[in-house]
């Protein structure tokens, strides 16, 4: 079913669309260093960001517009277990402060980019670092994806029909991040929080004050998911599997390129660090926005598109504003969850871009590339990957991109031993690692392989039910933790056995990780220096 | 100013770190209904306000080890 088309809405999100690709453009001359044409510049924003252009970075960067309709849609669905995002954006904060400012100092003293990079140096080997890299790319693919699944269920709830919108938004992203690099994002993540933060402050005032109030509202969604047989508290089957997914989606979440390209482009290690203690602000509204579902649960809102068995839930957070808001605030609302897919899609794409250029086509295509080769290489992977992303959009089934999303945590999560570990200590072998990857990568494939969900057989979801091993029990757990566990387990037991073979040369020392602070910028407060 | 603390002492802001994962890691803690904040369930504004804890636990963890430079 397509909606009867909005002008007034269409008019306002393409307005605002045009407004941030000038924005896009204008950011080539932001704190432009020498010249843009080198992954430093072009793929790190010369990593000179402070606190506020970090927080809004990283901040633009992990909390997606996917994220804004697919967790209310998950607690649409599925009640309470949707919930889960919010312990995950918790726990992630005290997990990464520590390896993320250490992480910091030491791509900093060598100049690393990309954590494969990082892994190359530290461990030596240059087959653990081109895993690492496949690893990092093929899990952020499908993630830039569905950065499309914002955008695509705007345009179905706005009554458009086609896909004609998604690749003009798409080419012409491609176009400003090619000429303007990190700054792009950057620049118009300012916009596209500042939007979202208002958008959403409006709805979890506005829309309960519309319903009668979180007492109907919650009362309302209970009865709504009793129906289905869910719940807006959790089974005492389904704690294991929250608990996992949770812990485990934290671990992952700084793993991505996309979330190491945020951390490095900002000025210090002080900056890494006081943002974790910023950047639950976020967490914040992710928490609210969840909520979104059970309003929209509340309101009886039908979701549009997809089909009749399988109605495509993305769309209730747009359907539900378009019911409950007078059109021009709805048509601000659309353009906030447009924009706010166009930024992280940007910081995946250049994460990645900047992984293929350092870590696949310098070491291994073209030993010589110059700085300039570089970035060039890094330029033109960033727009295949985001038409890349289009393409598979519109081209294979959305369900498909969905469930290879599920599968992107526990992708890359298998490269927490090599770089997290790694941050910390040298006692493991490199080829003990790529063991433990290769084991904890299978083991992890397999079980996803044996999975089915409603709709399909294999790769149904991310959530394994034990009782495919033959444990009497309704419980599930997260198949991340469980190859992540097995790949540690491996790693440990073979460094010993692999003594004797020659270790890799580590090209860093125990002070690199330490400190190493810029020099005092001529603004802000900078490092504490001279205190005693 | 000399500093009195010990680093030893100092460290042990760190096990800061734990609280949060604790607190909403752990769904025993907090899987209820009652007692429940304006219609919210405890399980729901339990969660939202460990947002702001892990906010001030962090922080400290951050003011306390600069100080320590």
Same mark, same amino acid.
């Given at each position: 079913?397509?909606?009867?088309?909005?002008?007034?809405?269409?008019?306002?999100?393409?307005?605002?669309?045009?407004?941030?690709?000038?924005?896009?453009?204008?950011?080539?001359?932001?704190?432009?260093?020498?010249?843009?044409?080198?992954?430093?510049?072009?793929?790190?924003?010369?990593?000179?960001?402070?606190?506020?252009?970090?927080?809004?970075?990283?901040?633009?960067?992990?909390?997606?517009?996917?994220?804004?309709?697919?967790? #209310?849609?998950?607690?649409?669905?599925?009640?309470?277990?949707?919930?889960?995002?919010?312990?995950?954006?918790?726990?992630?904060?005290?997990?990464?402060?520590?390896?993320?400012?250490?992480?910091?100092?030491?791509?900093?003293?060598?100049?690393?980019?990309?954590?494969?990079?990082?892994?190359?140096?530290?461990?030596?080997?240059?087959?653990?670092?081109?895993?690492?890299?496949?690893?990092?790319?093929?899990?952020?693919?499908?993630?830039?994806?569905?950065?499309?699944?914002?955008?695509?269920?705007?345009?179905? +709830?706005?009554?458009?029909?086609?896909?004609? #919108?998604?690749?003009?938004?798409?080419?012409?992203?491609?176009?400003?991040?090619?000429?303007?690099?990190?700054?792009?994002?950057?620049?118009?993540?300012?916009?596209?929080?500042?939007?979202?933060?208002?958008?959403?402050?409006?709805?979890?005032?506005?829309?309960?004050?519309?319903?009668?109030?979180?007492?109907?509202?919650?009362?309302?969604?209970?009865?709504?998911?009793?129906?289905?047989?869910?719940?807006?508290?959790? /089974?005492?089957?389904?704690?294991?599997?929250?608990?996992?997914?949770?812990?485990?989606?934290?671990?992952?979440?700084?793993?991505?390129?996309?979330?190491?390209?945020?951390?490095?482009?900002?000025?210090?290690?002080?900056?890494?660090?006081?943002?974790? /203690?910023?950047? #639950?602000?976020?967490?914040?509204?992710?928490?609210?926005?969840?909520?979104?579902?059970?309003?929209?649960?509340?309101?009886?809102?039908?979701?549009?598109?997809? +089909?009749?068995?399988?109605?495509?839930?993305?769309?209730?957070?747009?359907?539900?504003?378009?019911?409950?808001?007078?059109?021009?605030?709805?048509?601000?609302?659309?353009?906030?969850?447009?924009?706010?897919?166009?930024?992280?899609?940007?910081?995946?794409?250049?994460?990645?871009?900047?992984?293929?250029?350092?870590?696949?086509?310098?070491?291994?295509?073209?030993?010589?590339?110059?700085?300039?080769?570089?970035?060039?290489?890094?330029?033109?992977?960033?727009?295949?990957?985001?038409?890349?992303?289009?393409?598979?959009?519109?081209?294979?089934?959305?369900?498909?991109?969905?469930?290879?999303?599920?599968?992107?945590?526990?992708?890359?999560?298998?490269?927490?031993?090599?770089?997290?570990?790694?941050?910390?200590?040298?006692?493991?072998?490199?080829?003990?690692?790529?063991?433990?990857?290769?084991?904890?990568?299978?083991? /992890?494939?397999?079980?996803?392989?044996?999975?089915?969900?409603?709709?399909?057989?294999?790769?149904?979801?991310?959530?394994?039910?034990?009782?495919?091993?033959?444990?009497? +029990?309704?419980?599930?757990?997260?198949?991340?933790?469980?190859?992540?566990?097995?790949?540690?387990?491996?790693?440990?037991?073979? +460094?010993?056995?692999?003594?004797?073979?020659?270790?890799?040369?580590?090209?860093?020392?125990?002070?690199?990780?330490?400190?190493?602070?810029?020099?005092?910028?001529?603004?802000?407060?900078?490092?504490?220096?001279?205190?005693? | 100013?000399?500093?009195?603390?010990?680093?030893?002492?100092?460290?042990?802001?760190?096990?800061?770190?734990?609280?949060?994962?604790?607190?909403?890691?752990?769904?025993?803690?907090?899987?209820?209904?009652?007692?429940?904040?304006?219609?919210?369930?405890?399980?729901?504004?339990?969660?939202?306000?460990?947002?702001?804890?892990?906010?001030?636990?962090?922080?400290?963890?951050?003011?306390?080890?600069?100080?320590?430079?």
């Amino acid at each position: 079913m397509i909606p009867p088309f909005n002008g007034l809405e269409f008019g306002i999100v393409a307005g605002m669309f045009a407004v941030v690709a000038v924005l896009g453009f204008m950011a080539t001359r932001w704190r432009r260093g020498t010249s843009l044409a080198s992954v430093e510049e072009w793929g790190l924003g010369g990593r000179r960001f402070g606190t506020a252009v970090t927080w809004f970075l990283i901040g633009g960067d992990l909390y997606t517009a996917y994220t804004f309709v697919a967790v #209310p849609a998950l607690l649409f669905g599925t009640g309470a277990a949707g919930f889960f995002a919010v312990p995950y954006t918790i726990a992630v904060f005290p997990l990464v402060m520590f390896a993320a400012a250490r992480m910091w100092s030491v791509c900093h003293e060598h100049g690393y980019a990309t954590s494969a990079e990082f892994v190359r140096g530290r461990h030596g080997s240059p087959v653990l670092a081109l895993l690492v890299a496949i690893t990092g790319i093929v899990a952020t693919m499908p993630y830039i994806a569905l950065q499309l699944t914002g955008i695509k269920a705007v345009i179905e +709830t706005m009554g458009i029909g086609g896909d004609w #919108p998604l690749w003009i938004a798409f080419v012409v992203l491609a176009v400003y991040t090619f000429t303007s690099g990190l700054r792009a994002p950057a620049l118009v993540a300012f916009v596209k929080d500042i939007l979202i933060f208002v958008m959403v402050l409006v709805a979890v005032i506005y829309i309960p004050y519309k319903l009668g109030g979180y007492n109907v509202i919650f009362h309302g969604a209970q009865s709504a998911l009793a129906a289905k047989g869910y719940s807006t508290l959790l /089974s005492g089957s389904q704690y294991l599997g929250y608990t996992t997914l949770a812990l485990g989606s934290a671990l992952a979440l700084f793993l991505y390129p996309h979330a190491v390209t945020g951390v490095l482009a900002s000025r210090s290690r002080d900056v890494v660090k006081k943002n974790m /203690s910023l950047l #639950p602000a976020y967490s914040l509204m992710l928490g609210f926005i969840a909520l979104l579902g059970y309003m929209a649960l509340a309101a009886h809102v039908k979701p549009v598109g997809g +089909t009749a068995a399988k109605p495509d839930t993305t769309t209730i957070v747009p359907v539900l504003f378009n019911s409950e808001f007078p059109h021009w605030f709805a048509g601000l609302a659309f353009g906030a969850i447009v924009i706010g897919a166009l930024v992280p899609a940007a910081i995946m794409a250049i994460g990645a871009a900047n992984t293929f250029a350092r870590d696949i086509y310098k070491p291994y295509i073209r030993p010589n590339a110059s700085e300039r080769e570089e970035g060039l290489v890094s330029q033109l992977a960033s727009v295949i990957l985001k038409l890349g992303a289009v393409g598979v959009i519109v081209g294979l089934k959305l369900t498909f991109a969905l469930e290879f999303q599920l599968i992107g945590g526990v992708v890359v999560i298998q490269i927490l031993p090599s770089v997290v570990l790694g941050l910390y200590t040298r006692w493991y072998h490199r080829w003990a690692l790529v063991a433990g990857w290769i084991v904890g990568m299978g083991l /992890s494939v397999y079980m996803l392989y044996i999975t089915p969900s409603a709709t399909a057989t294999h790769f149904g979801s991310a959530s394994f039910a034990l009782s495919s091993w033959g444990i009497d +029990t309704k419980m599930t757990i997260w198949t991340g933790i469980v190859g992540v566990v097995a790949n540690l387990v491996v790693a440990t037991g073979l +460094t010993p056995l692999l003594a004797r073979l020659p270790r890799g040369r580590d090209e860093t020392s125990p002070g690199d990780y330490l400190e190493a602070e810029a020099p005092p910028m001529p603004f802000g407060p900078g490092p504490a220096v001279g205190r005693t | 100013m000399e500093n009195q603390t010990r680093p030893s002492r100092r460290k042990l802001v760190l096990l800061l770190l734990l609280v949060p994962l604790v607190a909403v890691l752990v769904p025993e803690f907090y899987n209820f209904a009652q007692p429940s904040i304006g219609g919210m369930p405890f399980f729901y504004w339990w969660q939202l306000l460990w947002i702001a804890g892990v906010a001030v636990c962090v922080g400290v963890v951050y003011l306390v080890m600069r100080r320590a430079r």
